[in-house]
């Protein structure tokens, strides 16, 4: 199901900047985790963040975690004409079934 | 909304059998279906795109030949894991883009999932 929500909606920015998305949610968390899904292409999994955790890194990704915010963000660091595409979050609840953003699609401009 | 629809929910089965879950898109056309595995409290995990009318395209690692995929029609693509072993018992799940003029990419529609057990 998706019930979290993502902003922006949409984001363009240049080349080089940095790109930083949000994520609410709804319920309490087991955990929440970040995708990418380039066009025409299956969902790949970024980074997962346990609900104990405030912050995580990974490369030039870096997600934080507000749990008495209801909130998440990702922070994708000197961007590339790569990175365009669609970010989605999941949490994972208590019973381990996972409930999706809306997405934000992402463009990279050279 | 649109909707997916896998089939079976859930299914038990013996070790070396050969078990079907097939994934259909009940009112859009779906070009494109994605396959994917998820472990007990992990992430999703993809498996392979299932393109109509032409082979799937496996991720790296996945065994095509022991995950058949098949979309045989413009609604519907089938997961088929052969010679079933303990270790392939996860949890299934497909889902679907509905296409293009329809929505834009930020949707994607999944199924329920397939809870495969292999004794």
């Known amino acids: 199901s998706q019930q979290g929500e993502e902003d922006p909606q949409a984001l363009s920015i240049q080349e080089g900047e940095n790109a930083t998305m949000n994520c609410s949610y709804k319920?309490?968390?087991?955990?929440l985790q970040w995708y990418r899904q380039n066009s025409g292409r299956g969902l790949v999994h970024l980074i997962l963040?346990?609900?104990n955790e405030r912050e995580k890194h990974s490369g030039r990704l870096r997600v934080t975690l507000d749990t008495s915010k209801k909130s998440s963000s990702l922070l994708i660091t000197a961007s590339r004409a790569a990175d365009t595409a669609s970010y989605f979050c999941?949490?994972?609840?208590?019973?381990?079934?996972?409930?999706w953003g809306a997405g934000t699609k992402l463009i990279i401009k050279p | 909304g649109a909707v997916v629809s896998q089939h079976p929910s859930r299914v038990i089965c013996k070790s070396g059998t050969s078990v079907k879950i097939e994934c259909r898109s009940l009112?859009?056309?779906?070009?494109?279906m994605f396959w994917y595995r998820q472990f007990p409290k992990k992430s999703l995990m993809l498996m392979a795109t299932?393109?109509?009318?032409?082979?799937?395209?496996?991720e790296q690692g996945v065994e095509k030949d022991k995950f058949l995929i098949n979309h045989a029609s413009l609604t519907l693509s089938t997961l088929t894991v052969t010679s079933a072993h303990p270790e392939d018992s996860s949890f299934y799940i497909c889902?679907?883009?509905?296409?293009?003029?329809?929505?834009?990419?930020?949707?994607?529609?999944f199924g329920a999932g397939t809870r495969l057990s292999v004794l």
């Open positions: 889902s679907a883009p509905p296409g293009s003029g329809r929505a834009g990419e930020n949707i994607q529609y």
């Open positions: 009112d859009f056309q779906a070009t494109t």
């Open positions: 299932s393109n109509e009318g032409s082979k799937a395209t496996y």
């Open positions: 319920t309490s968390i087991n955990n």
């Open positions: 963040i346990r609900s």
């Open positions: 999941a949490t994972m609840d208590s019973n381990y079934q996972l409930i």
